[in-house]
């Protein structure tokens, strides 16, 4: 089992960091709570009978830690004045994108926890479906929220 396991965390560990950048702002924080989803995937993991994708299996106790963590404790804080985002990048230089997506973060950082969820798996391109199923929401209300998080975050990112 403990072999098993170890393949599963090193197969998704990309989609493990992808719930610890946007619940946690600093790389130590993003460390401790990277170790504190591997704690509660190991005490689940027992459990998990396969009725569900594996993967939305673990977005679920991933992202469940992560809101859990944070009603917890208030260790996941911005390590930056998230009020003050960036204006304007004219170029196309990948410097230039990585400050987008910079930008971006920045902003995603300002949702509140289900908003980032919500986010955190549109851009994993997973379908409402999906989303329905890892987050206990239905599709009608899923697709009521991701327009308004699309237009928060237009708003967020063109503000000065």
């Known amino acids: 089992m403990e072999k098993k396991f170890e393949k599963l965390v090193k197969e998704n560990e990309p989609l493990i960091y992808k719930v610890c950048r946007m619940y946690a702002y600093s790389e130590v924080s993003r460390q401790d709570l990277f170790q504190e989803i591997i704690i509660q995937l190991w005490r689940a993991y027992p459990k998990f009978r396969g009725e569900s994708k594996l993967s939305t ?13 944070l009603r917890k404790e208030k260790r996941f804080r911005p390590t930056h004045d998230s009020h003050k985002l960036p204006i304007h990048i004219s170029d196309a230089t990948p410097e230039a994108e990585e400050e987008l997506l910079g930008q971006l973060y920045t902003a995603i950082e300002q949702l509140n926890k289900i908003e980032k969820a919500i986010v955190m798996l549109y851009l994993e391109d997973k379908s409402y479906e999906e989303m ?27 503000n000065k």
């Open 132 to 158: 329905e199923d890892i987050l206990g929401m239905s599709q009608g209300n899923l697709r009521v929220r991701m327009n308004r998080i699309k237009e928060k975050l237009r708003q967020l990112t063109n």
């Open 57 to 69: 299996w673990l977005y679920r106790v991933a992202i469940n830690t992560a809101i859990t963590g």
